[in-house]
């Protein structure tokens, strides 16, 4: 998933997005902490793909903040 992809989807569907991800998250550390074969691969997609919705999250935040001021 690439940066391009996320800020074409809305807000609700990044925050959905956001939230899908900490889960996979979430179960790939237990699976490590339990003995499993979480895949060193999968554990870093996750987490890059994490930081890239919370960069577009934090963009539109900003740019709003500043149309804010604007007006």
Partial sequence: MSARE????SGEE?????LELRREQ???RVQRA????AKADQVAR???DI????????ERELA????????
Avoid: I
């Fill in 14 to 18: 990044l925050v959905g997005q956001l």
């Fill in 64 to 71: 709003q903040q500043a149309a804010g001021t604007k007006a």
């Fill in 26 to 28: 979430f179960n790939l």
């Fill in 34 to 37: 339990t003995g499993g074969e």
């Fill in 46 to 48: 996750v987490r890059h």
């Fill in 6 to 9: 996320l800020r074409q989807k």
């Fill in 51 to 58: 930081a890239r919705v919370k960069t577009v999250l934090r």
